[in-house]
């Protein structure tokens, strides 16, 4: 199976981190964190309450979830610049980051949801894939076009393809003017 969209896997991905980030949070305050050094303390033969290896078990913690929530924007970026669409990029992200949240909640912390929390998050997704596929429909309906842009990609130039609104249509309250067919930015000179 080849993948086509690496936008969907960046994503998926940047969702899963800002789980890991939310657990790791949690953990940095958490009892379970104290239970857990205790019994570290413990198996490396030290007083269960030794305090310097609970601080260094949410040191750790800590460090993970700046870590991840880091990896998780780098990620979210890097999906956007690839989707042509940021409600699509949001619509996986949130979703991959809502279902896995709650799978690593009761993994980790023992928290059970009840089938009518898992019959609201199907929902919510549900909405979102709505929601989504409302604004692809929106995009070829209204006639929204591409046009090339010239972008300065190392020593060299390319032409990227993008989505731009059609003419005269109205966006965030500012309408679009005319389409000229290319645009040239210029690069600002170096010293």
């Not at 104290?34 to 601080?55: K, M, P, Q, V």
């Not at 800590?62 to 956007?80: H, K, V």
């Not at 972008?151 to 003419?167: I, K, M, P, Q, S």
Request: glycine letters at 8%; charged letters at 20%; aromatic letters at 8%.
């Amino acid at each position: 199976m080849s993948f086509q969209s690496p936008w969907l896997a960046l994503a998926a991905a940047s969702g899963a981190c800002a789980a890991f980030n939310g657990v790791f949070a949690k953990l940095t305050t958490t009892e379970l964190t104290s239970s857990w050094s205790s019994a570290i303390a413990t198996a490396i033969g030290l007083s269960a309450s030794n305090r310097f290896i609970e601080f260094l078990i949410r040191a750790i913690c800590f460090s993970l979830n700046l870590a991840f929530n880091a990896l998780m924007w780098a990620l979210f970026t890097a999906a956007l610049t690839r989707a042509s669409s940021t409600t699509r990029v949001s619509i996986i992200n949130t979703s991959s980051n809502f279902m896995l949240t709650a799978l690593l909640g009761l993994i980790v912390f023992g928290e059970r949801l009840p089938p009518l929390w898992w019959l609201g998050a199907g929902l919510l997704v549900a909405g979102n894939v709505v929601i989504g596929r409302r604004q692809e429909d929106g995009d070829r309906d209204s006639g929204a076009g591409t046009r090339n842009v010239s972008r300065a990609v190392g020593e060299g130039e390319r032409n990227e393809e993008y989505r731009d609104h059609a003419e005269g249509e109205i966006s965030d309250g500012v309408e679009m003017g005319p389409k000229e067919e290319e645009e040239e930015f210029e690069r600002p000179e170096v010293k």
